[in-house]
């Protein structure tokens, strides 16, 4: 009689690229319709999980206060955003499983979309219960590079009340916008220019990745630096 190895109860790859490949063309779709899209619960389980573990096993140290503005501009400011940063590499299995599966949605975009996206950074970010980041555009005037914006979320049981929420606005007139819930999985990816938002105050720890893709804007005079 054969045994039963825990190992094979793991999603089989060839399906979890499958689930990849259905999710990498309703992004595609939804950016192409509308310029952005949230999918509930769409990063791949085993992701979402060890992405979790990580952030969870890091040391507070790891965190530090997120600063707005690139290079010379960068400052800190308290009234516009509060949450912590820790910058992913690929040092951790988890950091380098994200980059992987951010690395197959840009070739999946570029080749779909021809949007030319060339590199991509992200960060952990941290809103302790209280922290919010005001309403705001990802691309620095000036400085567009950063084309496009993906977040995913690593909260389970996120519960009503929780707050926290990202509100994502169609442009800027609108006050209404388009509320996401934080929870595990969850994915809001948009054109990093063309749609302001905001997170509201979390009532609860609260944890997230953001991330960029930018074009290349290096020029003769000026080498592109990654951040
Ligand atoms: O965590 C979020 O929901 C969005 C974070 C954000 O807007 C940013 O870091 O630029
Ligand atoms: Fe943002």
């Not at 054969?2 to 499958?18: C, F, R, S, Y």
């Not at 950091?95 to 779909?112: F, K, V």
């Not at 705001?136 to 496009?148: I, P, Q, S, T």
């Not at 944890?207 to 990654?226: E, F, L, M, Q, T």
């Amino acid at each position: 009689m054969e045994v039963l190895n825990l190992h094979q109860l793991q999603t089989p790859v060839h399906l979890i690229e499958q689930q990849n490949q259905l999710l990498f063309a309703k992004v595609a779709t939804d950016l192409t319709d509308k310029g952005y899209s949230i999918q509930p619960f769409a990063l791949p389980l085993e992701l979402s999980n060890n992405l979790l573990k990580q952030v969870s096993s890091m040391s507070s140290q790891a965190f530090v206060e997120a600063g707005i503005g690139r290079l010379r501009r960068h400052m800190h400011n308290d009234f516009v955003r509060r949450d912590e940063i820790c910058w992913i590499t690929g040092n951790s299995e988890a950091g380098a499983q994200w980059l992987d599966w951010t690395a197959q949605l840009q070739r999946y975009l570029n080749q779909h979309l021809f949007l030319g996206l060339f590199s991509f950074e992200s960060h952990f970010a941290h809103y302790a219960t209280g922290s919010f980041y005001k309403r705001h555009l990802d691309a620095f005037k000036g400085e567009a590079n950063r084309v496009l914006s993906v977040v995913a979320y690593l909260n389970p049981h996120w519960q009503m009340g929780d707050g926290g929420e990202l509100v994502l606005y169609q442009d800027e007139f609108d006050a209404q916008g388009l509320k996401v819930i934080p929870a595990l999985g969850t994915l809001a990816i948009f054109l990093s220019e063309a749609f302001p938002h905001e997170v509201l105050p979390a009532q609860r720890d609260r944890y997230s990745i953001a991330g960029w893709y930018r074009i290349n804007a290096s020029s003769a005079d000026r080498v592109d630096p990654p951040r």
